[in-house]
Each structure stands twice: as C-alpha cells, then as structure tokens.
C-alpha cells in the first residue's frame, strides 16, 4: 500500500541524505524499497552486507541505496557525510533506525545541514481511509482491537495481532534496548511496559511505579526515556507557558502501538487520538520546519 511519507521523502532524497526512523516494523523499510525503482537494499545486521557498507562496494548506477540500521556502525555519522560529501548525489542515500535520531552511543560529526529526518507512524484513521479506502469508524475500530501496524491490521485478526505483539515487544527490548542501552534489568523494564499499559490516560506518577517497581525514581525516568527512544511510548506534558514548569509537571504516557492498550474503551480511544495527533505534528515538522508540540 501507498504511506503518507512517499512523496515528502522522494522530494527529500533529490537534495539530501533522508534518515528514516520510526518504531520497529511500522513499515520504514517496506516504504523504502517502494520509492524509486532503480534502489539497493543493505542492511548492517546482515553479514554478507556489512562488508559491502563498509567498503562502500554497492552499485552506483542505482538511483538510491537504502541503509536498514545504519546507526550500528561505529562512527556512521562521519561515514555517510564523507561520502555525501565527496560523492554527492546520485544515488541518494536513505538510512532507516527504529530508535530516534538524536540519541545514538555511537556517534560521530555532525550532519547539519546534509539530512533531511522524517518519522515514520503507525496507520491512522486518516491514512486508513485515504489510502484503503476503507470507512471511518471500521477503521477506528480496528486500530483500536488490533493496532496500527501495518501487519497486524491488515490481516484483520485479533489472535494474530496478540501473537505478534509478543515477538515485537520482545525483539524491541532483548535487540534494540541493548544496542542503544547498557540495561541489566530487563525484567523490570517489561514490567514497566506492562504498568503503563493499564495506565494510559492518566497521569504518571514516578514514586508509584518506582514503589511498585522496588527502584529508584531516577531510575524509572531513565526507562521512561529509553522506552521513548525506541518510539514504544511517547509523553504528553500538561501545557504551561512557563516551559520549565511543565517540563516538572506529571506527563501522561501513550503508545505507538494502540492495540496493546490495557484499559478500558475510553483509554483505547483517547490513545488513538493522541498518536494520530503527535503522527500530524512530526509530519508538520519533519516537512515544514514548524516547532510544534504535543501538551
């Protein structure tokens, strides 16, 4: 199916290098390979492609070359803006990371000025009914019961939504928290997940979870922020002008993932509308240069 970010990114990619995050297989890489025709696909977790990526061996005929997981390599940042610099455009270069753009442990030089960042979302009901076809309130119903993965939601099965929510979760904490995090407890961190589940929509409170978790606050505010990271919640701040007042202010945890939700309708649906918010905001900045925000 087509995605909402195909036309922004292909302007993106005829000037820049395009960073394409997103939480895991919301489909970046999918959206990826059906952009331009002519494209290569490497990918640094695969063995046989990592000496390709490093040697700079892929094909330059092709119009674009799409990194999957790029931030993995040490010093990625200094190696794609040697060759952006030294090389130009064509091809185009596409990296996708299921973490956010500005936390990586394994950085580099600054890229300003030489990317473009686009944050790949979960189907909404706008994209649902624009791009499926598919009705309104159809729509919203199942992004409710199944989530808006794409996998998930277009095989229309709550069974198959629950069985695959368990390898996601899984992969994202025992793969993705540990190259991005030096974590012992993940225990704990799965039961976070599980805490915020039944939680959403109401405000959270760090002492609560840090009693139930038996650890420190500052400990539960670091989980929180890695979990945001790997785009698996997001915080909405209550709204104050005074910013350093809302940022001490009690936020309310959401979720990518609209199908996990624990508790009852009015927490399902209210979660729903809070990501097809934030999912128009991103979109608003990553293609305008708007600052806007979500409170």
């Keep these: 199916m087509n995605r909402y970010l195909e036309s922004p990114i292909k302007r993106d990619l005829k000037e820049k290098i395009v960073i394409l995050s997103g939480p895991r297989q919301v489909g970046k890489t999918t959206l ?15 063995s046989s492609d990592r000496p390709i990526i490093k040697n700079q061996e892929w094909d330059r005929d ?11 390599m040490k010093n990625w940042k200094s190696w794609i803006k040697g060759i952006y610099d030294t090389e130009g455009i064509p ?31 979960p189907l909404s009901v706008n994209e649902i009914c624009h791009f499926l076809n598919e009705d309104s309130q159809n729509a919203l119903d199942k992004l409710i019961s199944l989530g808006g993965f794409p996998e998930p939601y277009l095989k ?4 198959f939504a629950k069985r695959w929510r368990r390898t996601h979760i899984d992969t994202i904490i025992r793969q993705d ?7 012992r407890d993940i225990k704990s961190i799965e039961i976070l997940i599980d805490l915020l589940k039944s939680r959403v929509g109401s405000s959270t409170s760090y002492s609560s979870l840090a009693e139930d978790l ?82």
């Design 177 to 183: 928290l540990l190259d991005l995090e030096k974590v």
């Design 156 to 159: 229309g099965k709550e069974s």
């Design 214 to 295: 038996q650890v420190s606050s500052h400990s539960v505010k670091h989980w929180l922020q890695i979990l945001e990271n790997l785009y698996v919640i997001f915080p909405v701040r209550p709204y104050h002008k005074n910013i350093a007042r809302s940022i001490l202010k009690e936020p309310k945890y959401y979720f990518y993932d609209t199908g996990a939700i624990e508790g009852g309708i009015g927490s399902k649906l209210e979660n729903v509308v809070a990501l097809a918010l934030l999912k128009e905001l991103h979109f608003l900045e990553d293609t305008t240069g708007s600052k806007v925000s979500l409170c």
């Design 91 to 121: 091809p185009s270069l596409l990296a996708t990371r299921s973490a956010r753009i500005e936390t990586t442990s394994k950085g580099g030089d600054s890229l300003a000025g030489r990317f473009f960042s686009h944050r790949h979302h």
């Design 62 to 72: 092709v119009q674009l070359v799409i990194l999957d997981e790029l931030h993995k």
């Design 32 to 46: 990826s390979k059906q952009l331009i025709s002519s494209f290569m696909y490497l990918d640094f977790d695969s």
